[in-house]
């Protein structure tokens, strides 16, 4: 089902610290994850994803760990910089279905 | 470069008036486009999905009368916002699925009604 967020929850963290930003998902029948970064006034912008086939998943600085059993979605950021501050979304689906959204979570990065 | 386009970027209309967002598919043909509405400091909500030469699919609770969807190409999909009021007032955005694996965006439409 969808996920409506009313506000979204904030994660603060330094420069150079590791951010970790999570996300419960609704459908289990859902076989496809991606997570999106999206900046003020413009459209999401794709991170990384996951097929329900893998449970972690590696690209550069980013890592996308994905548990079945519970639903839960996480993506991982190495060594946060400045330009990492963004809204985060994940998103799941099944095959050609449209994406669901999750409630998101605002990144803040102080130098 | 650009794998969706949308447009406009961002409009301001009074209320009472109607609005057309166009979101094509730029070098591949989509049979199915998604329309999206986000709220400020809201997740991406789905609006509706966009079905070439057959009618739009909507999710509950949007209105269908109140916003229209025409997907009469393969390349074209538009909604237009029928008699907008400031509640309407959002971030519109597009998107396509390509070889049903990968979703693009269009870079989003703010809608403003005074």
């Known amino acids: 089902g969808e996920s409506v967020g009313l506000h979204l929850p904030t994660l603060s963290v330094q420069e150079g610290d590791n951010s970790i930003i999570n996300c419960a998902y609704s459908?289990?029948?859902?076989?496809?994850f991606i997570w999106y970064k999206q900046e003020s006034g413009k459209g999401p912008q794709f991170i990384i994803d996951i097929r329900s086939n893998m449970d972690k998943r590696q690209g550069q600085r980013v890592t996308v760990l994905l548990n079945k059993t519970v639903k839960h979605l996480s993506l991982q950021i190495a060594a946060t910089q400045p330009g990492d501050s963004a809204v985060y979304f994940c998103a799941e689906n099944q095959a050609g279905t449209a994406l669901i959204f999750g409630k998101g979570t605002t990144l803040s990065v102080s130098s | 470069g650009a794998v969706v386009s949308q447009h406009p970027s961002w409009v301001i209309c009074k209320s009472g008036t109607s609005v057309k967002i166009e979101c094509r598919s730029l070098?591949?043909?989509?049979?199915?486009m998604f329309w999206y509405r986000q709220f400020p400091k809201q997740s991406l909500m789905l609006m509706a999905t966009s079905n070439e030469g057959s009618k739009a699919t909507y999710e509950q609770g949007v209105e269908k009368d109140k916003f229209l969807i025409n997907h009469a190409s393969l390349t074209l999909s538009t909604l237009t916002v029928t008699s907008a009021h400031p509640e309407d007032s959002s971030f519109y955005i597009c998107?396509?699925?390509?070889?049903?694996?990968?979703?693009?965006f269009g870079q989003g439409t703010r809608l403003t009604v005074v």
């Open positions: 459908n289990s029948a859902s076989d496809y």
């Open positions: 070098d591949f043909q989509a049979t199915t």
């Open positions: 998107s396509v699925f390509i070889l049903n694996t990968e979703a693009f």
